[in-house]
Structures are given as structure tokens and as C-alpha cells.
């Protein structure tokens, strides 16, 4: 059963860091692009990062960029996401997943393979 499994997430303070990763099994990472996306209370999903697969282009939407960086390690069928600054506005469940978009870095639609999601609270 292919699945996607995130983890990492926790209580961290205002200006701190934490590191998501997100292990596959079931299925080669490597052959798709991941995103990694996150929703918070009453609002909609949405996408941060994303890094294709070969040859690993990456794009970062503007709230999380110079914070956030995206990663992958093919060898160990896994993705990640490393978050600095971190402020209250960046607390929700964050979620990777995994698609073949037609083009990069694709639509929220185009990513069919989803994690459970791991919680992130950013608070004092």
C-alpha cells in the first residue's frame, strides 16, 4: 500500500526551527514531485514548497521563501522541509505529498498521494 508519512511537527516558540520529513513507502519518491502544503483552522489548504524530480527544481511561495527550504533524499525515499523564523502565523497541520503535475510545480489537484499530516504550533 503506497503511503506518504510525515513527521517532525511539535510546539516550537516564535523565531524557532523545526525540521518535516516526509518518508514514502510503497512507491519510488524519487519518480514524482513533492509538495509540501499546510492548512490551518478555517482555512484552506495551502502549497509552500515544492521540488520535482530529476532535475530537481525547486519554488517556494512568497510567505515561506528565505524561511522555508525544501529537500529530498532519494536514497532514503524521503523529503524534507526545514522551517526557520518560525511566528505564530505559520501554526497547522502541514502535509507533504506527492504528484506528476503536467507542468511545475503543478496544482493542489495534481498531488494524489498525501500524507496524514504532522501539527505545527507556533507560540510562547
Known sequence: QPQ?????????????SLRLSCVAS???????????????PGKEREGLAFIS???GM???????????????????????LQMNSLNPDDTAI???A????????GRTS????WGQG???TVSA
Not at 517532525?8 to 516564535?14: I, M
Not at 510503497?26 to 490551518?40: K, P, S
Open 4 to 16: 506518504l508519512v510525515e513527521s517532525g511537527g511539535g510546539l516550537v516558540q516564535p523565531g524557532g
Open 94 to 96: 502541514y502535509y507533504c
Open 53 to 55: 524530480s530529476t532535475p
Open 58 to 80: 525547486i519554488s517556494y511561495v512568497n510567505s515561506v521563501k528565505g524561511r522555508f527550504s525544501i529537500s529530498r533524499d532519494n536514497a532514503k525515499n524521503s523529503a524534507f
Open 118 to 120: 504532522t501539527q505545527v
Open 26 to 40: 510503497g512507491f519510488t519518491l524519487e519518480w514524482y514531485t513533492v509538495g509540501w502544503f499546510r492548512q490551518a
Open 98 to 105: 506527492a504528484g506528476q503535475p503536467d507542468q511545475f510545480p
Open 110 to 113: 495534481e498531488y494524489y498521494r
